[in-house]
């Protein structure tokens, strides 16, 4: 069964830093998404993707966010200049025609910013 | 007013129990509408979606009612491995445009 892969499973960064998460997304899919999901809270949306554009974006995904598709495979996730609290599980998630489908989640990568 | 709200948890069951869970959601104009669970530290998964007519897969049934804004899942038979962190999730427009808002999830545990 076809599956949303992301990686790392787990970063650890400083303060500061530049971080890219990658997620591969289920192939056929069009639609792409980044959550968070801070610890013991709720899953946040920060960003869908469609047609190689951004389509919607929350009040989260504020300037220090990033998010490309390099070429037909990869979506990443580029958090500029990384703060404390960045700190958190971030999802790739896909569906496969609109954004009211089922989106399927990958597994996603643990962020630690110390 | 928090978009989507559920039973604040946690649950705690005895193996073949019957259980139900709440959700309700604050945005009318919302059009889907699906139950994902979520184990400790992993991914969330789609459990089901759910239908105006109402819906059932296995021991799972999931209702809506759109004119009171809720939703709910009825889970009959629990087993052990039902015991995870269940979302109510709801397609919904916002300020920022249309996404999936999550509940806050509620928890179950089965007990042997």
């Known amino acids: 069964e076809p599956e949303v892969t992301q990686t790392p499973s787990h970063q650890v960064t400083q303060m500061g830093q530049e971080v890219i998460l990658r997620c591969v997304p289920i192939?056929?899919?069009?639609?792409f998404y980044w959550y968070r999901q801070i610890l013991g809270q709720k899953v946040e949306f920060l960003v869908s993707f469609y047609n190689n554009e951004i389509s919607e974006k929350s009040e989260i995904f504020d300037d220090q966010f990033s998010v490309e598709r390099p070429d037909g495979s990869n979506f990443t996730l580029k958090i500029r200049s990384t703060k404390l609290e960045d700190s958190a599980m971030y999802f790739c998630?896909?569906?496969?025609?609109?954004?009211?489908?089922?989106?399927?989640f990958g597994p996603g990568t643990r962020l630690l910013v110390l | 007013r928090k978009e989507v709200e559920q039973d604040p948890g946690p649950f705690n069951v005895p193996e073949g129990a019957t259980v139900a869970f709440n959700c309700t959601y604050s945005n009318s104009a919302s059009q889907s509408f699906f139950w994902y669970r979520q184990d400790c530290r992993k991914e969330p998964k789609l459990l089901m979606s759910?239908?105006?007519s109402g819906n059932e897969d296995g021991r799972f049934t999931a209702q809506l009612n759109r004119a009171s804004q809720y939703i709910s899942l009825l889970i009959r038979d629990s087993k052990l491995s039902d015991s995870a962190t269940y979302l109510c999730v709801v397609n919904s427009e916002d300020n920022y445009g249309q996404n999936f808002v999550f509940g806050p999830g509620t928890r179950l545990s089965v007990l042997p």
């Open positions: 759910v239908y105006s």
């Open positions: 998630a896909s569906s496969p025609t609109d954004a009211e489908e089922t989106q399927y």
């Open positions: 192939s056929n899919h069009l639609y």
